[in-house]
């Protein structure tokens, strides 16, 4: 997420197996975000920017992009 200083990325240090189902919790509360991949231990991040709110102008996909929506 970008809050107006770049964007922060979190990233589990687990890889995923493919073929397999995921369960991913991705939470924000204003600047702080915290990433939990198939309940292992959580990943935060913190934005620096002054921004505390997110607002998209499109939707938002994860893990998967409908075709349609494919540029």
């Given at each position: ?12 240090p687990h890889?995923?197996q ?22 292992q ?28 929506n494919?540029?």
């Open positions: 997420y970008n809050l107006g200083s770049g964007p922060v990325i979190l990233k589990s890889r995923l493919q073929g397999k189902f995921h369960r991913l919790v991705a939470k924000r509360y204003l600047r702080d975000g915290v990433l939990t991949l198939d309940g231990e959580d990943v935060a991040g913190h934005s620096e920017g002054t921004l505390k709110s997110l607002d998209l102008a499109d939707n938002m996909f994860l893990g998967y992009i409908p075709s349609e494919k540029g």
